[in-house]
């Protein structure tokens, strides 16, 4: 059970640092840090984005102590790996309600951007640096998916400061590779192309990120109790995410389906 759940908090945090590329600041770095604007600065781009990577790690090292320092305190759940899963199966509901926003509810955004007056302000180690720290940390910027506040409650319900740690830095890791998918844009349209798919394959990484916290709510119960439990929580993972994308629930929407048989 304890491998199901460490298996749980690398995909979360791979499956949540993807999803942040669709950030106001995952998009600006990728349109401040790439081949045109980098040779515009006199500065090689592979050497730049390596900063941003190495920062971005950092910042995802960063995270996962935190997420170790709280496994410390969790360690008592140690000794009760079944209520470990059952509160993790809990956290996947309450992120899967919150990315589908139930009835209207959703956990903090925080919507803050990263400052690009470093870009002319500061060295190129120093605000590709900078920028990776702030962007692989998950909670210094906008934050895109309620599954990035998933990634420490489950690094931590490992009870292994050692595991909470390699979460971490894989949430970092996968959010400062983003950078490079500007790697082979050498003109402006090439650009402008690669922020146009990007934008069409938006809808599908919030997707994406739901069915993660459904299928991992279901594979933590299972592994809790049986697929008894297994399926029950996948159904009721289910009819959140339908009640989500319907809006039921939500201020109003018995008006609304009244209105619509009425008039």
């Known amino acids: 059970m304890s491998g199901t759940l460490a298996a749980g908090a690398l995909l979360i945090a791979a ?11 995952g998009l600006s770095m990728i ?37 170790g320092v709280l496994a410390v305190l969790l360690g008592p759940l140690g000794g009760h790996p079944v209520a470990a899963a059952w509160i993790a199966v809990l ?28 870009l002319t302000r500061y060295r190129r180690w120093l605000y590709a640096a900078g920028f990776g720290v702030q962007i692989g940390v998950g909670f210094a910027t ?15 319900l490992t009870g292994s400061p050692a595991l909470a740690l ?5 949430f970092g890791l996968v959010r400062g590779l983003a950078v490079l998918l500007s790697a082979r844009c050498r003109t402006p349209a090439a650009l402008r192309q690669l922020h146009l798919r990007l934008s069409q394959l938006e809808p599908a990484s919030l997707r994406a990120v739901i069915l993660i916290e459904a299928l991992l709510a279901g594979g933590l ?4 109790a049986g697929i008894r439990a297994g399926t029950g929580v996948l159904l009721l993972a289910y009819l959140i995410m339908l ?11 018995r008006g609304a389906a009244r209105s619509s048989t009425t008039g």
């Open 91 to 118: 956290a996947c509901l309450v992120a899967l309600a919150a990315d589908r926003r139930l009835a209207g509810f959703q956990l903090p955004l925080h919507p803050r951007q990263v400052n690009e007056l470093w």
């Open 221 to 224: 119960a299972y592994a809790a």
């Open 15 to 25: 499956v949540s640092g993807a999803r942040g590329t669709w950030s106001p600041c």
């Open 142 to 156: 906008y934050i895109m998916t309620a599954a990035t506040y998933l990634v420490v409650v489950l690094a931590a």
């Open 166 to 170: 390699a979460t971490g830095t894989v």
């Open 243 to 253: 009640a989500g994308e319907r809006g039921w629930l939500r201020p109003g929407w």
């Open 31 to 67: 349109s401040a840090i790439n081949p045109l604007s980098e040779r515009s600065r006199g500065n090689r781009y592979w050497l730049t984005a390596s900063w941003f990577v190495l920062g971005s790690v950092l910042g995802g090292v960063m995270l996962g102590s935190a997420g």
